[in-house]
């Protein structure tokens, strides 16, 4: 997992936004940059970025259809997983429809998005700046 400082270990924050992208996608990697710049302007986030080929097994039997796909998550509880068109405004938007209500997209959960989280909550991937993601 390829993740980046975001002031907070995810063991600690609140938040946690995890970009699951591939490599070969063009997409995700014009949005990398915008991903980055997010993370940087919201240190009491913990962003992450996993590439779901490179950790297929930490994906496990979740599908990406749509690239970039996000997984927002407070504490132990997924808020939202799914395509995001890859502008920092959408982000900044779905952030703050989360933050003042965090069950809004439950209804709409893909199946797998909680197993989904687990896994990679237990993946002891490194975090850049010290920690793990947990």
Aim: charged share 20%.
């Amino acid at each position: 997992m390829n993740g980046f400082p975001s002031g907070r270990p995810a063991s600690v924050a609140t938040w946690t936004v995890v970009c699951l992208c591939a490599e070969w996608c063009g997409v995700c990697r014009d949005y990398r940059p915008i991903f980055q710049r997010m993370a940087a302007a919201s240190p009491d986030t913990a962003w992450h970025w996993l590439d779901v080929e490179d950790h297929a097994d930490t994906a496990g039997d979740f599908d990406v259809e749509t690239f970039p796909c996000l997984l927002v998550a407070q504490g132990e509880r997924v808020c939202f997983l799914g395509p995001l068109t890859p502008h920092a405004s959408v982000l900044q938007r779905l952030l703050q429809t989360l933050r003042e209500d965090p069950a809004s997209s439950r209804a709409s959960m893909p199946d797998g998005a909680d197993a989904l989280w687990r896994r990679i909550r237990a993946a002891s991937y490194p975090i850049p700046g010290g920690g793990r993601l947990a």
